[in-house]
């Protein structure tokens, strides 16, 4: 089974960096996408941002474009997240999330046919 472990979580100030990393493991193939998402307690997990191996593009959130950078080593499957300007709103449990099968990286889609890390915390202060 494919197991996904998220770092470089922290706390920092508003305007600050984070560079966050996903570790893929347990898998034979792909993975076909990889994304980064985040919740707040109560809230829906929202998805961030999201990047497709074998020549696919990637997807951002309006919320964290400019800011935001989604990449990955297809060569170990190790996903990562540039955030820089955070802002307090960015303060979440961040996850990391992936599928090997053909489909939509979506919450949703994931949630049924994806893996999903433990998550790191993120917080950011004003």
């Known amino acids: 089974q494919v197991q996904l472990v998220e770092s470089g979580g922290g706390s920092v100030q508003a305007g600050g960096s984070l560079r966050l990393s996903c570790a893929a493991s347990?898998?034979?193939?792909?993975?076909?996408?990889m994304g980064w998402f985040r919740q707040v307690p109560g809230k829906e997990r929202e998805r961030i941002a999201t990047?497709?191996?074998?020549?696919?593009?990637?997807w951002y959130n309006d919320s964290v474009k400019g800011r935001f950078t989604i990449s990955q080593d297809t060569a170990t499957d190790m996903l990562y997240l540039q955030m820089n300007s955070l802002i307090p709103e960015d303060t979440a449990m961040y996850y990391c999330?992936?599928?090997?099968?053909?489909?939509?990286?979506?919450?949703?889609?994931?949630?049924?046919?994806?893996?999903w890390g433990q998550g790191t915390q993120v917080t950011v202060s004003s």
């Open positions: 999330a992936a599928r090997t099968s053909v489909g939509a990286c979506t919450v949703g889609a994931l949630t049924g046919s994806g893996y």
């Open positions: 347990g898998h034979t193939y792909g993975p076909y996408c």
């Open positions: 990047i497709y191996t074998g020549g696919g593009g990637t």
